[in-house]
């Protein structure tokens, strides 16, 4: 199998031969998706992945909303495909969803005005450009595998100005939406430290190469990843996320969760720290590649110290003034006064925008009035960001010193890891 770093405009160019040429003009609504019949004035969604979240999570959550209405369900696995196709039919009393195997060909379908891509990582951001290519909205999940290629995405959605949403929620949760309001309003004084904890996730041990079931179909699994032996267990979302060319570990997974709150609160959500340092332990003898526990430190601009440590989820704000946090996702609000919670702020000086409806409602209501939905593509790229330069700070040993306006740091070996080669040879399997 042949890797070539080859630019994302050739891979795009290839990956979509067949696929109506959608040019780089803005995406424009006709009057299909809100006219006054029914179903005329439904969003159509195609779902990509209905593996553990793109079934449990997003696809269930859509099929609640009246204005959308899911027309097509595909993944690499025929047996979530039935599964998903299923649950869909049963929702709608019809037997009018398809059941597509390869997301290329869901992407031609002219009938299908969104991607919601539930995939591995890896897959996250060729997926999406390939979706917006093809003139889909994109509803995409988190985070992004790397930082070149989170650039990318950001740039592609502003320059077509196209509807892009991240399927993140943080933001629409109390418990956070209300710490971060708390800490930018000044009800701990002025932010000195922010201190998150992330879950320690388990060693898994070496498996040996066996038949790729034939349920799957492997090679569209593995996509632009390097190629590597399947594995018993290797398409289990607790597995892959520990393996490097799949994901980022704990770190770019929870960490996209709570990393976000601690950004917000530091208004720093559009821009990000300037110097990281720490370490992390990769087990050794073990399917993990990425550190199962490390300890990062982030400095910002503003003096803000960011702590994130592998232990558990938790998050804890220091001012000036006092402290607030949680432990355990969702956990109660404490604080050294609990009283700051109860404090209301008037719309026009608070320093914080209004709680938004969960990552779903939120994006069908941006795709009917055009706004920009909770999380963009460029605040899934600034995340996503302050995950990756951790993890090279800590692949390198060495402390780093980061330029968020120009997104460099100022080490040479660290720049070349904020991309990887992409494997291209994945784009001749043949569609089933």
Known sequence: ????????????????AGILAAGTAPQVFTGRLFGAGAPSNRVTLGCIGVGSHGFGVNLKSFLQEDDCRVVAVCDVYGSRRAR?????????????????????????????????????????VPMALMALEAGKMVFCEKPTLTIAEGRELANVVAKRKAVFATGLEDRSVIQYHKLAEVVRNGGIGKLQRIKVGLPVKPVYPVEPPVPVPADLNYELWLGPAPHRPYTANLTDPQVWRQIRDFSGGSLTDWGAHLVDTAQVANFAEESGPV???????????????????YDLTYTYANGVVLEVTAAEPSIRFEGTGGWVGNKGWLGRLEGSDVNVFRQTYEAKTNKLWPRRPREHRDFLDCVKNGQPPMYTAEGLHRLSTVLHIGAIAMELGRPLKWDPKTEQFDDAAANALRQRPARTDWMRVART
């Open 84 to 124: 998903a196709r299923k649950a869909v039919d049963e929702q709608y009393k019809s037997t009018g969803c398809a059941e597509i195997a390869d997301f290329r060909t869901l992407l031609e379908r002219r009938d299908i005005d969104v991607a919601v891509i539930s995939t591995p990582d890896h897959w996250h």
């Open 275 to 293: 110097a990281v340092s720490g370490k992390g332990v990769v087990p050794p003898n073990s399917l993990n590649t990425v550190p199962q526990t």
């Open 1 to 16: 199998m042949k890797t070539s770093p080859a630019s994302r405009r050739a891979f795009l160019k290839s990956g979509l």
